[in-house]
């Protein structure tokens, strides 16, 4: 992994025992994240930031409103 960041967060949840899928399905979305927020870090963003990229899932790529609980590890770097 090229980020620390990511990294930290990896380790945190082997630490809390998550399955290797969930996370690697949690690192996934928050470097989806990270890249549409231009690569700013997460730290600097807040609930704004992470409406946007929901907003864009739902309307552009026609992501079902089903998935949205899924997506709570944005929820978790905010």
């Known amino acids: 992994m090229k980020s620390s960041f990511l990294t930290m967060i990896a380790e945190q949840m082997y630490l809390k025992r998550y399955a290797k899928s969930t996370i690697k399905a949690y690192l996934y979305w928050i470097a989806s994240f990270i890249r549409f927020n231009s690569m700013r870090h ?3 963003m807040g609930n704004n930031e992470a409406e946007l990229i929901l907003n864009h899932l739902v309307n552009q790529k026609k992501l079902l ?3 949205k609980p899924s ?3 944005v929820e978790l770097i905010i």
């Open 65 to 67: 409103l089903t998935l």
């Open 42 to 44: 997460p730290t600097t």
């Open 71 to 73: 997506l709570k590890c």
